[in-house]
T-cell receptor
Framework: ETGVTQSPTHLIKTRGQQVTLRCSSQSGHNTVSWYQQALGQGPQFIFQYYREEENGRGNFPPRFSGLQFPNYSSELNVNALELDDSALYLC??????????????FGPGTRLLVL | KQEVTQIPAALSVPEGENLVLNCSFTDSAIYNLQWFRQDPGKGLTSLLLIQSSQREQTSGRLNASLDKSSGRSTLYIAASQPGDSATYLCAVPNAGNMLTFGGGTRLMVKP
């Protein structure tokens, strides 16, 4: 059983550019959630994908968008990058069975720096 | 809207001490509460998950308690070691299993 993997590990972009981050969920998991963690803070929920549909969204603007593929892997896209988008982006997968509160397993994160 | 707070924000202790990290939440209608460990620049490692029906959960030197009525959880670390140095985060899910995190407690255990 493989864990959650993310790519790339580090990324440097300039303001105004676009970026795509990738996440492969743990084997058998049907749900992927994305979180943004600024330096020295706790992670903030961005959105969640369940069976290829967006299932919930935090307080992030529309320039943050995502996809989930039939194999349950996922992408996070950020357009028109701003300096404040510099953060660690974490992906978590879980097996949602409609009961709520399933354990989420986190990947190692992608460190994004916007200059 | 659920809010999660962790106190203290940072803690430095000598090796061997027992310590308690605190987590409070505003909405007591939770499914569970999860404690994570995060090493610098790394992802999150799940330590303990306490279901809403449970009062305690133990793993090795770690013990987490949950008091839903008062909106509090504690993580007790016995006989701390330098390898325990990390940031500890607590989080609670909403009905869709979207986690709300506290700001974390940064722990330093000095040899």
């Amino acid at each position: 059983e493989t864990g959650v993997t993310q790519s790339p590990t580090h990324l440097i972009k300039t303001r105004g550019q676009q970026v795509t981050l990738r996440c492969s969920s743990q084997s058998g998991h049907n749900t992927v959630s994305w979180y943004q963690q600024a330096l020295g803070q706790g992670p903030q929920f961005i959105f969640q994908y369940y069976r290829e549909e967006e299932n919930g969204r935090g307080n992030f603007p529309p320039r943050f968008s995502g996809l989930q593929f039939p194999n349950y892997s996922s992408e996070l896209n950020v357009n028109a990058l701003e300096l404040d988008d510099s953060a660690l982006y974490l992906c978590a997968s879980s097996l949602e069975q409609g009961r709520g509160g399933e354990t989420q397993y986190f990947g190692p994160g992608t460190r994004l720096l916007v200059l | 809207k659920q809010e999660v707070t962790q106190i203290p924000a940072a803690l430095s202790v000598p090796e061997g001490e027992n310590l308690v990290l605190n987590c409070s939440f505003t909405d007591s209608a939770i499914y569970n509460l999860q404690w994570f460990r995060q090493d610098p620049g790394k992802g999150l490692t799940s330590l303990l998950l306490i279901q809403s029906s449970q009062r305690e959960q133990t793993s090795g030197r770690l013990n987490a308690s949950l008091d839903k009525s008062s909106g509090r959880s504690t993580l007790y670390i016995a006989a701390s070691q330098p390898g325990d140095s990390a940031t500890y985060l607590c989080a609670v899910p909403n009905a869709g299993n979207m986690l709300t995190f506290g700001g974390g407690t940064r722990l330093m255990v000095k040899p």
